[in-house]
């Protein structure tokens, strides 16, 4: 336990990255952490890495009643103690943490077609999945969640269908990587389309989920790999991860979906929409080609949540299709996922471009914002 934190009555008081609101700079407070409810487990997190949606959530001016509040949700950490009725983890156990959970009971858990968990999906009103409330409190004010998993804090507590367990082997600070947007980019090319050998494949943006489905496609033996991003830095290191040729749409002097089709002899196989842009949406659509061409979106809109498009796409058989975590159901597939960066078969310490100890988080908050990295990892005190 770090230096700072102390137990009582099993409420646990520790250090916690509060946002007080929109935008506004965290600060490292002093919280209580409950203990964790039934068929909850509360968890010392090790590392956490930002995520865009954290910086686009901490931004929004959407939801200003849901702060003082922790974000974070890409994290990794050893199990403190479990609530009535768990019997899958126990204290010591290493954990990734996720944002949408597997209940396993569902009929969507059940389908095994699906990742839509109906009773843990996407909590989006900054409380816990079972009794709508928090657990944790500030100054004796209640702190939201974020995606009920709050992991800028040295102690949190998830449900145990958010939770999945991890070897004891892997590297903790790059694993939480796996709990958020390289599983989803690397989900999208494999599970989601699906993407078969020799196929040509267009990324719009190339941050963390898109270089993520870049790795994914050239493990599948795309032939072309298209980067799309304004921001011509990340060029070089989309070659890092299998990207073959880069357009700047800044610079082309037709739409970028033109020049897209000129040079791919009538669209690509597969777009991925990897920016967070509803607008883009139509572009990658167009971008693929007729009868049998496939959009996936991956990106959480930052503003304008609607897409329109021209229905001659569709009618031309194009298919638009959606994910979210790439498809994954966490407790089946994740394990999977991080005994294949153990083997070396997946890149996730390429993708972190600084670590930053807890007391800067701040720092990965700025770093985000400018598009000056791609993952922060943030070290939690030891
Ligand atoms: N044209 C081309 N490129 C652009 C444009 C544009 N108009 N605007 C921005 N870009 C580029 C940026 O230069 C940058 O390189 C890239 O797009 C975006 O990358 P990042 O680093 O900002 O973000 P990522 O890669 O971490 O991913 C962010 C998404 C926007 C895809 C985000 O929605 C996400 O993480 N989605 C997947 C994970 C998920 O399912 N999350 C749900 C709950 S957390
Ligand atoms: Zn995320």
Redesign the pocket.
């Known amino acids: 336990m770090s230096s700072s934190s102390s137990k009582s009555a099993g409420v646990i008081t520790c250090r916690a990255a509060v946002a007080w609101g929109p935008g506004q700079p965290l600060l490292l407070e002093e919280v209580e952490v409950d203990p964790p409810s039934a068929m909850e487990i509360r968890i010392k997190v090790v590392c956490t890495s930002l995520?865009?949606?954290?910086?686009?959530q901490w931004q929004s001016q959407a939801q200003p009643d849901l702060f003082p509040r922790i974000f974070g949700?890409?994290a990794s950490g050893i199990v403190e103690s479990v609530g009535e009725g768990v019997t899958e983890f126990q204290a010591g156990d290493h954990v990734l943490t996720v944002?949408?959970g597997e209940c396993q009971s569902c009929k969507h858990c059940e389908s095994g077609k699906s990742n839509m968990c109906q009773k843990l999906g996407?909590e989006r009103r900054g409380v816990m999945h079972s009794d709508q409330k928090t657990r944790f409190r500030v100054k004796g004010k209640p702190v939201y969640h974020y995606?009920a998993v709050s992991s800028f804090s040295e102690y949190t507590v998830v449900h145990s269908g958010c939770a999945v367990k991890i070897s004891p082997d892997v590297r903790m600070e790059r694993a939480c990587l796996l709990s958020?947007?390289v599983a989803?980019?690397i989900g999208a090319a494999w599970k989601v389309a699906d993407i078969s050998k020799g196929s040509t494949v267009v990324i719009?943006?190339?941050?963390?989920?898109?270089?993520?489905v870049a790795q994914a496609a050239k493990s599948r033996g795309a032939s072309r790999i298209i980067g799309?991003?304004?921001?011509p830095e990340?060029y070089e290191k989309g070659k890092v991860f299998g990207v073959t040729e880069y357009i700047?749409?800044?610079e082309c002097k037709e739409p970028?979906q033109q020049v897209i089709k000129q040079i791919t002899d009538g669209g690509a196989d597969y777009s991925f929409?990897?920016?967070?842009?509803t607008?883009?949406v139509s572009t990658a659509l167009q971008s693929c080609c007729d009868g049998w061409g496939m959009t996936v979106t991956?990106?959480?809109?930052?503003t304008k949540t609607e897409i329109s498009t021209h229905y001659a796409f569709l009618l031309t058989g194009r298919t638009l299709k959606g994910?979210?975590?790439?498809g994954w159901r966490p407790k089946s597939d994740l394990p999977s996922l991080v005994e294949k960066y153990s083997k070396g078969e997946i890149q996730l310490d390429e993708l972190v471009t600084h670590d930053i100890p807890f007391e800067s988080i701040n720092e990965a908050f700025n770093l985000?914002k400018e598009?000056s990295?791609?993952?922060c990892v943030i070290h939690m005190p030891k």
Do not use: Q
């Open positions: 995520c865009r949606s954290d910086v686009t949700h890409e944002f949408i996407l995606c958020c947007g989803a980019g719009f943006g190339l941050g963390t989920v898109g270089l993520s799309v991003d304004i921001n990340k700047n749409p800044e970028v929409e990897c920016i967070g842009d607008n883009i991956l990106g959480v809109p930052k994910s979210l975590f790439g985000m598009g990295c791609l993952r």
